[in-house]
């Protein structure tokens, strides 16, 4: 059984930072893609970082330079260190991966962690 819990959300200020973890069970964040989601209220979920098994990294555009995924094998879980947070980086962040099974895909998801940026 896979599972994925999130910590590390918290109220921070602009300008702030806060680290986010994802610790898996059932499954290696070594060998497979993590990725790290968030949804502000009345926005869809989109994805903002994402590590794969062989360690290649992305962000999407408004995060490039501010936001670093990365991961410890031994604790079997991902990070994603989030820098120069903004107003608009306020959301409900989720720790997602997914297996193939064949032809069908099991998206696997945490609980959420909330990050609200604001002064």
């Known amino acids: 059984q896979v599972q994925l819990v999130e910590s590390g959300g918290g109220l921070v200020q602009p300008g702030g930072s806060l680290r986010l973890s994802c610790a898996a069970s059932?499954?290696?964040?070594?060998?497979?893609?993590m990725n790290w989601y968030r949804q502000a209220p009345g926005n869809q979920r989109d994805l903002v970082a994402l590590?794969?098994?062989?360690?290649?990294?992305n962000y999407t555009d408004s995060v490039k330079g501010r936001f670093t995924i990365s991961r410890d094998n031994a604790q079997n879980t991902v990070y994603l260190q989030m820098n120069s947070l903004k107003p608009e980086d306020a959301a409900v962040y989720y720790c997602?991966?997914?297996?193939?099974?064949?032809?069908?895909?099991?998206?696997?998801w945490g609980q959420g962690t909330q990050v609200t940026v604001s002064s």
């Open positions: 997602n991966t997914y297996i193939w099974r064949g032809i069908r895909l099991d998206q696997y």
């Open positions: 059932g499954i290696s964040v070594s060998s497979n893609t």
């Open positions: 590590i794969t098994g062989s360690g290649i990294t």
